[in-house]
């Protein structure tokens, strides 16, 4: 495990010291646990987005023919 320094609005660093406690961890954990859920999101986004392009490219998915106009979407 590396260290990290950040620079940080004082009353951000105060809010986020007050959630820390009240969930019953530290700031440290509280930045951790964050940073982890985001890289595990953009993770699972990427394998997502992934899967669809191999579906479309392997022609997984059928799109059915195009019944509706520009003007429709929009109402004009």
């Not at 320094?5 to 930045?31: F, K, P, W």
């Given at each position: 495990m590396r260290n990290l320094t950040l620079a940080i609005e004082d009353?951000?660093?105060e809010a986020a010291r007050?959630?820390?406690l009240e969930h019953?961890?530290?700031?440290?954990?509280?930045?951790?646990?964050?940073?982890a859920?985001?890289?595990?999101?953009?993770?699972r986004r990427r394998a997502a987005a992934?899967?669809?392009k191999r579906?479309?490219?392997e022609e997984l998915v059928e799109v059915g023919p195009r019944t509706w106009t520009r003007e429709d979407l929009y109402g004009r």
């Amino acid at each position: 495990m590396r260290n990290l320094t950040l620079a940080i609005e004082d009353e951000v660093l105060e809010a986020a010291r007050r959630l820390a406690l009240e969930h019953g961890t530290t700031l440290n954990q509280l930045v951790r646990d964050h940073l982890a859920d985001l890289v595990a999101r953009e993770s699972r986004r990427r394998a997502a987005a992934e899967r669809l392009k191999r579906a479309m490219r392997e022609e997984l998915v059928e799109v059915g023919p195009r019944t509706w106009t520009r003007e429709d979407l929009y109402g004009r």
